[in-house]
């Protein structure tokens, strides 16, 4: 069975106060890993898809990599505003089917 | 805004009711996923429809079952509802069936009392 696991489940940072979120993974026939973050009572908002190790994007502070077993969302400087749930995902092919398994998400919380 | 809209956004309902969720994708999007997010569960993928067509299939319960019109609108009918049914129910629609880029809607909060 396909997993996701997120670490840390929280995170408190002071504004400013550089650090890295981790998702590994355990799937067969990774097609993508996907980065997205959500605010509270709102849908995921997509921020990155990474497809294959060594592979890196970038968005203003946010910086993802990925490996062949998990991916790192580095946030450079970050501001409060910053502050919401980052979610991981893979999707992976399985008997033809395609299937996307979500993390439980990291919550970063930036102080000012 | 992403583009992909969602009605009601709230829903109240008692146990043993069925209720519909709809959903329109972003303009020129075919794929609509349906996912369940609960307090303890985080996001849970149900179901994803391509074009009309039922594509994927994840943790959906027998009770639960979807459908793509052919103006590519989807709706969600969940019958028979229990208390552990609460939830927001995203959908999401990409533009082809490979779902690599999902654009979320904003999500329709159902309480079962």
């Known amino acids: 069975e396909d997993q996701v696991t997120q670490s840390p489940e929280a995170l408190r940072l002071q504004e400013g106060e550089s650090s890295s979120l981790n998702c590994s993974y355990t799937?067969?026939?990774?097609?993508?890993l996907f980065w997205y973050r959500q605010d509270p009572g709102k849908g995921p908002e997509f921020l990155f898809t990474?497809?294959?190790a060594g592979e890196e994007k970038e968005k203003e502070r946010l910086k993802a990599t990925l490996t062949k077993k998990e991916s790192f969302l580095h946030i450079t400087a970050p501001k409060p505003e910053d502050s919401a749930t980052y979610l991981c995902?893979?999707?992976?092919?399985?008997?033809?089917?395609?299937?996307?398994?979500f993390g439980i998400g990291t919550k970063l919380q930036v102080i000012p | 805004d992403s583009g992909v809209t969602q009605t009601p956004k709230h829903l109240i309902t008692a146990t043993g009711q069925r209720v519909t969720l709809r959903c329109s994708p972003r303009?020129?999007?075919?794929?609509v996923y349906w996912y369940q997010q609960s307090l303890d569960q985080g996001l849970q993928f149900l179901i994803q429809?391509?074009?009309?067509?039922?594509?994927a299939k994840g943790n959906i319960l027998e009770r639960f079952s979807a459908q793509q019109f052919p103006d590519l609108h989807s709706e969600l009918n969940l019958s028979s509802l229990e208390l552990g049914d609460s939830a927001l129910y995203f959908c999401?629609?990409?533009?082809?069936?490979?779902?690599?880029?999902?654009?979320f809607g904003p999500g329709t909060r159902l309480t079962v009392t």
């Open positions: 429809y391509y074009n009309g067509e039922e594509r």
């Open positions: 995902a893979v999707q992976a092919e399985t008997g033809g089917y395609q299937k996307v398994t």
């Open positions: 990474l497809y294959s």
């Open positions: 303009s020129g999007d075919l794929s």
């Open positions: 799937v067969s026939g990774l097609r993508g």
């Open positions: 999401a629609s990409s533009h082809d069936s490979s779902s690599y880029e999902q654009y």
